[in-house]
């Protein structure tokens, strides 16, 4: 099977969005168990099936601290609430690795999972009155609880309804504070809230119980009682696909038209003019990344929608993600610059100029990236080289001789360990950098591209950063596709290298 067929059914099949389950929502979910026994119970017996070595719960490829805090508090709590006795040894043996792993949080290289600060307060104190945590544990409290009360503050009359992104953390509410959220106004169309289903959860347990469109969407989105990370995120899935894709210039191949449309069409609708688009077309909040990554997929698809509605996002140093967020996103300025670059603003433009000085600002050894949504820094940075190759050669060039100089000698890239994910970024910008008119080497691009041929198979770590880790399948595969196009493409000679290749579904 070639690139191209693979690449049609890739099409055929993004629509809701496709993510593997995680422990944390799974854990949210498990507390269902009276309500909907079904459901609870398959979820419970979901975590008692995936408790890592060490004890924890959470990614297990690689460890990422607040990913392990989080998602093994969320599956003691619920094991303890709705588990048996039998599940009393697990929690034990989770005590040890939590302690570990609260420890370490500083060890993280890309920081905080999204809305840790929020909802680790709340577990770490329902944790205590469950009596699994000491008050050595729950000392932990006093930072990240006055930065909850800070960000809190921040809110519209005080409430978290759908139109503010803490929405998706809402279960940070706990027992008693029902009083911050404004329930007439959190479920959003689909009945869930924030399109988290730890959240939506927490809304059936805690809000309104047997709220029958909360159940629906659960319902709708559950596998065998595993719950994702988010759900939908249709624009985001078709949104990344198709920028992949386009890199590889697919969007040039006439017989692609009848594949593209439907989800440029979908693009195009979804955009709200005068606030830009969302991670999906059920999410109220609008966001910075989501519009620039739109903005660019649209202009490539010959779709037009006004830049000023990128525009609004605009601060004074940087350009934001989301209203209220506690950390900039290099990623979103990124982005961002990439859609300046395809509306046509000169390195001169104002806020051409601003993006490039936050950039140079927050380089890591003056070479590359790491940002909040993603725990590797292949992403951000090759990304960056995308975005900067025509408005700063020099931070470019960095970039490129970083990710030569941190090819494994198997050909691959990673940086906890060789993925396949990471290989294809790396491919990709080194590629792009070479079709501006930049040396990089056969013998780089075509050892890349033979072990990415011999890896591409999933299931492939969970690299980006929810409230848990998570990976976004379709769009990994996307990637993946994208990188091995654009090698053979580009190194004609070597065609024979790259032929045949079989993603495994």
Excluded at 404 to 418: A, C, D, I, K, V
Excluded at 471 to 479: D, E, G, K, Q, Y
């Amino acid at each position: 099977m070639n690139f191209l067929i693979e690449s049609k059914q890739l099409l055929e099949e993004v629509g809701p969005g496709h993510m593997m389950t995680t422990a944390y929502d799974t854990a949210w979910v498990a507390q269902l168990a009276e309500m909907l026994p079904d459901v609870g119970n398959k979820a419970l017996l979901w975590l008692r099936q995936n408790q890592l070595k060490d004890g924890s719960w959470g990614a297990s490829e690689f460890v990422y601290h607040h990913d392990r805090v989080i998602c093994t508090l969320a599956a003691i709590i619920a094991l303890r609430r709705f588990g048996n006795e039998s599940d009393n040894a697990l929690i034990q043996n989770a005590l040890p690795a939590l302690e570990n792993h609260l420890s370490l949080l500083d060890m993280d290289p890309a920081g905080e999972t999204i809305g840790f600060e929020l909802v680790v307060p709340t577990l770490l104190k329902e944790a205590a009155s469950l009596g699994i945590l000491s008050r050595r544990e729950t000392g932990r409290l006093g930072s990240m609880t006055r930065t909850r009360e800070a960000k809190l503050s921040m809110t519209p009359n005080g409430l978290i309804g759908r139109h503010v992104t803490m929405a998706f953390s809402a279960e940070m509410a706990g027992d008693d504070g029902v009083k911050i959220l404004n329930v007439n106004s959190l479920q959003e169309s689909n009945g869930s809230v924030g399109n988290s289903p730890s959240a939506t959860a927490y809304f059936l347990l805690k809000v309104k119980p047997g709220d029958p469109q909360a159940l629906n969407y659960l319902n709708n989105i559950l596998t065998n009682g595993g719950a994702p990370n988010v759900a939908p995120f249709d624009v985001f899935e078709r949104s990344w696909v198709l920028w992949n894709f386009s890199l590889a210039n697919l969007h040039y191949k006439s017989e692609y038209r009848h594949f593209f449309e439907p989800h440029v069409e979908f693009l195009r609708k979804t955009w709200q003019v005068g606030k830009g688009i969302g991670f999906s077309a059920l999410y109220t909040p609008k966001d910075g990344d989501e519009t620039a990554i739109v903005y660019e997929v649209l202009k490539m698809f010959g779709r037009s929608v006004p830049i000023d509605d990128l525009l609004k996002f605009e601060e004074e140093e940087y350009f934001r993600c989301f209203d209220l967020e506690s950390n900039v996103s290099l990623s979103t300025n990124i982005h961002v610059l990439g859609a300046l670059d395809k509306a046509g603003l000169s390195s001169n433009h104002p806020s051409v100029k601003k993006i490039l000085k936050f950039l140079g600002k927050n380089k890591i050894e003056g070479r590359f990236w790491i940002d909040k949504w993603h725990s590797s820094p292949y992403y951000t940075t090759s990304h960056a080289v995308m975005s900067l190759a025509n408005y700063h050669h020099g931070m470019a060039q960095n970039a490129i001789e970083w990710i030569l100089e941190t090819q494994n000698r198997n050909g691959s890239w990673g940086y906890y360990f060789p993925t396949a994910e990471e290989t294809a970024y790396s491919l990709q910008a080194l590629t792009f950098w070479r079709r501006k008119g930049h040396k990089v080497s056969d013998d780089v691009l075509l050892r890349g591209a033979k072990w990415l041929k011999e890896n591409a198979s999933q299931p492939y770590p969970p690299l980006w950063i929810g409230k848990c880790l998570y990976s976004p399948i379709l769009v990994v595969r996307s990637a993946i596709l994208s990188a091995l196009m654009m090698v053979e493409d580009n190194v004609k000679k070597q065609k024979s290298l790259l032929n045949h290749l079989s993603i495994a579904k």
